[in-house]
């Protein structure tokens, strides 16, 4: 399975953080997030609050999606990673196009929250 | 199957005008007898399976039968594609096919499961669009002038979803087990990552390193996950592949309604001409409506059809079938009705239909017998043309023969 990597970093301030994960080309994928102890997982897209800026400052947020093609008329393959509560938003957009119908991509994220 | 007419002279001579481009269809010529009414095989085959949305209304309209089809799948892929294909002929390609899904030439990053799944007509529209453009080049008979046919086509449909519960069940049920899988993939692949770092920072020797709590208790969660979503230990991709084969396979059971619909043009460019719209030029049609459940289909075909060359002739066809499958037997009947839209220089053509019933019945495991009786009947001269067919059929596999055919 190809896997497709993606590291930054992330400007928390004093309010919620929140991270949406967004599976897009009308493809089926899962998702599994990661915060320090904290993990979630997750069928379809992730949307949801991660915590507080102040406490999550330091770590790590982890995202590994695996998106299998399941769409006929496409063997694109995209995640858009968007991140808000910040100093300022972030949406990154991270593709691949599969070889066969029907294979699969590992997506991982690396956001290190500052 | 069925009478092959194309008896008067203005048949003849459109049989001549329309040449080896009337659609892919044997030349309405080659079967001529002197019978009166102008039968189905005039404007092509007029079984159901004959009319149904083309795939490639481009190619169809020309006659052409491309063996490369190019199919870019980016903007860029598709400028490159036309300009090498221009290139190389010095204006209009000879002997080209191409063929594009116009709404993923471009990424949809935002475009969810759920949105493509449960998509409107309209969106439905939209994602099954298909553009194919074909060339094909040839000498006129008459006048022994080179040209190149040129032809453009657009295709698409979308799906009425009828789905029982139990259907609706397999399909939800089928999601599960992919989103099971993928989930275990992804903790794997989390927890092989945690297991590093933790190897890299020593946590199990002391977990009081900065990160170490955090990632040992992280760890541990995961290692819970990996026991409740485990069904085996680690998923190879073909697992992937195969979920996804069975999550189509459940969406495509349910029983609905699907309408396609398709347009095509066609004209012609001579020898040293760099881009033109002589004529013959064709324009065509068609709309299908069919609904599938497991043993019964039936299928609605509209065909429009106009060739202008020296005069013009339409055809305009509306035919239904139905289909009743079982295990060892099969019975089907189809009608269709075509009316001549335009009328050649010298009229006279009738307008024409056919009924016909089929019964197929499995004599073994890989012995089918099939029976077809009908009629075909020109409206505005005498009735003629009694359709009958008997049939025996071997197949090697063991598989069920007897199917539906797709809407």
Redo the contacts between chains.
């Keep these: 399975?190809k896997k497709i990597s993606y590291a930054t970093s992330y400007k928390v301030g004093q309010g919620d953080v929140r991270l949406e994960v967004?599976?897009?080309?009308?493809?089926?994928?899962?998702?599994?997030v990661?915060v320090?102890?904290?993990?979630w997982?997750q069928?379809?897209?992730f949307d949801r609050v991660l915590g507080k800026g102040v406490a999550l400052a330091g770590?790590t947020v982890?995202v590994?999606?695996?998106v299998?093609?399941?769409?006929?008329?496409?063997?694109?393959t995209?995640?858009?990673y968007r991140l808000s509560g910040g100093v300022v938003p972030l949406e990154h957009?991270v593709?691949f196009?599969v070889g066969d119908e029907?294979?699969?991509v590992?997506y991982?994220a690396s956001i290190v929250l500052a | 199957m069925g009478s092959h007419r194309c008896s008067r002279p203005p048949l003849l001579a459109l049989c001549s005008a329309l040449g080896s481009a009337w659609l892919s269809s044997p030349s309405p010529c080659q079967a001529a007898t002197d019978s009166d009414g102008p039968s189905c095989i005039q404007a092509g085959g007029c079984a159901v399976a004959d009319l149904k949305t083309a795939t490639s209304p481009a190619f169809l309209l020309i006659g052409s039968s491309p063996t490369l089809v190019e199919r870019p799948?980016t903007p860029h892929d598709v400028a490159v594609t036309v300009y090498n294909a221009a290139k190389d002929s010095g204006g209009l390609p000879h002997d080209f096919a191409l063929e594009l899904?116009p709404?993923?030439l471009f990424?949809?990053?935002?475009?969810?499961?759920?949105?493509?799944?449960k998509a409107s007509i309209f969106w439905q529209l939209l994602?099954?669009a298909t553009l194919s453009v074909a060339t094909t080049s040839g000498t006129d008979m008459t006048s022994a002038a080179a040209f190149t046919d040129l032809g453009v086509g657009l295709r698409t449909q979308f799906f009425l979803s009828l789905a029982t519960p139990p259907q609706e069940h397999d399909v939800q049920a089928a999601?599960?087990a992919?989103?099971k899988l993928?989930?275990q993939?992804?903790?794997s692949?989390?927890l092989a990552?945690?297991d590093a770092d933790v190897a890299r920072l020593g946590c199990d020797q002391d977990s009081t390193t900065g990160g170490c709590?955090?990632l040992l208790?992280?760890r541990a969660?995961?290692k819970q996950?990996a026991v409740a979503n485990a069904q085996q230990k680690s998923v190879s991709?073909e697992q992937?592949?195969r979920?996804?084969?069975a999550?189509?396979d459940a969406n495509v059971s349910r029983n609905g309604l699907t309408v396609s619909l398709a347009g095509a043009l066609s004209g012609r460019t001579a020898a040293g001409e760099k881009l033109a719209w002589h004529e013959p030029t064709k324009e065509a049609a068609w709309m299908n409506a069919g609904y599938q459940a497991p043993s019964f289909a039936m299928l609605a075909v509209g065909r429009y059809i106009h060739v202008a060359r020296a005069g013009s002739i339409g055809f305009a066809d509306a035919g239904v079938r139905l289909d009743r499958v079982g295990s060892r037997f099969g019975v089907s009947a189809e009608y269709v009705h075509r009316w001549v839209v335009n009328q050649p220089a010298g009229g006279g053509l009738a307008a024409t239909s056919r009924l016909t019933g089929t019964v197929e019945v499995a004599m073994g495991d890989s012995v089918f017998l099939s029976a077809t009786l009908g009629q075909d009947v020109a409206t505005e001269s005498r009735p003629s043309g009694a359709i009958t067919l008997l049939g025996l059929s071997f197949q090697a596999s063991r598989d069920r023969k007897l199917q539906l055919p797709l809407p």
């Design positions: 399975m967004v599976i897009g080309d009308g493809q089926f994928g899962s998702t599994l990661t320090g102890s904290q993990v997982e069928a379809h897209d770590k982890s590994t999606s695996i299998t093609d399941t769409n006929a008329q496409t063997n694109q995209a995640v858009t957009t593709a196009t029907n294979d699969s590992d991982e | 799948t899904a709404y993923w990424q949809h990053p935002q475009l969810t499961y759920a949105s493509y799944t994602y099954n999601e599960e992919l989103a993928q989930q993939t992804a903790v692949a989390r990552d945690v709590a955090d208790a992280q969660r995961l996950l991709d992937l592949a979920g996804a084969r999550l189509h």
